[in-house]
Structures are given as structure tokens and as C-alpha cells.
């Protein structure tokens, strides 16, 4: 079993900033990638950032320059750095686990719970 936990989401004025953190446990052989996503209300989930093993990082086009994601390896913790937000950037943000599993090698891809991000104008 692997589980992910989130925390850090809340509510922040226009401009303001917030940190997501996700925290991965469990039978882990290695990890692939993490990252971030976000769902709104009506809207389709959408890749915000991830980050890889090697640490390449790959960033949604609207949030480059005022959002980092980070990893702590010997955490398996991501994080989410977010500066400047925008009301556009409210949404649930769900963080993503891709790696191998203990015993049988097989990838897992897995979601956290979610934490609600509500920026305000």
C-alpha cells in the first residue's frame, strides 16, 4: 500500500502565496515522478507541475514564473510553492505519486485526497 497526504491548501487574498506539501509512504521501491494537479468547479483536471527523479521539472504555461515545485527525496515529499496567486488559480490541487512498488516492481500511479486552494479578488 502507498499512501499520499496533502496539506497547506486554504484561503489567500489575490497576490498572496501558499505552500503544498505531500508526503508519500508506504511500500515505495523508488519513485518516478510527483507532481501537482488541480480540478475546478466544472473544469477538467489539469497538470499544474511535476517533477521527475533526475528533478526535471515540467510547468503549466500559466503558472511559470510564479509557482516551484520541489522535492525532498528523503522525505518523499513534493511541494508546491505558489506566489502571486490568482483567483484562476483556485481548484482542489490533488498531488501525484508515480513509482514502483515493493516486492513485484510494478508502477503505481496514485492521488491524494485533494486540498482546496481559494484565492480571493
Known amino acids: 500500500q502507498v499512501q499520499l497526504v496533502e496539506s497547506g491548501g486554504g484561503l489567500v487574498q489575490a497576490g498572496g502565496s501558499l505552500r503544498l506539501s505531500c508526503a508519500a509512504s508506504?511500500?515505495?521501491?523508488?519513485?518516478?515522478?510527483m507532481g501537482w494537479y488541480r480540478q475546478a468547479p466544472g473544469k477538467q483536471r489539469e497538470l499544474v507541475a511535476a517533477?521527475?527523479?533526475?528533478?526535471?521539472?515540467n510547468y503549466k504555461d500559466s503558472v511559470k514564473g510564479r509557482f516551484t515545485i520541489s522535492r525532498d527525496n528523503a522525505k518523499n515529499t513534493v511541494y508546491l510553492q505558489m506566489n502571486s496567486l490568482k483567483p484562476e488559480d483556485t481548484a482542489v490541487y490533488y498531488c501525484?505519486?508515480?513509482?514502483?512498488?515493493?516486492?513485484?516492481?510494478?508502477?503505481?500511479?496514485?492521488w491524494g485526497q485533494g486540498t482546496l486552494v481559494t484565492v480571493s479578488s
Open positions: 517533477i521527475t527523479s533526475g528533478d526535471s521539472t
Open positions: 508506504g511500500s515505495i521501491f523508488s519513485i518516478n515522478a
Open positions: 501525484n505519486l508515480k513509482a514502483r512498488v515493493l516486492t513485484t516492481l510494478r508502477y503505481l500511479e496514485v
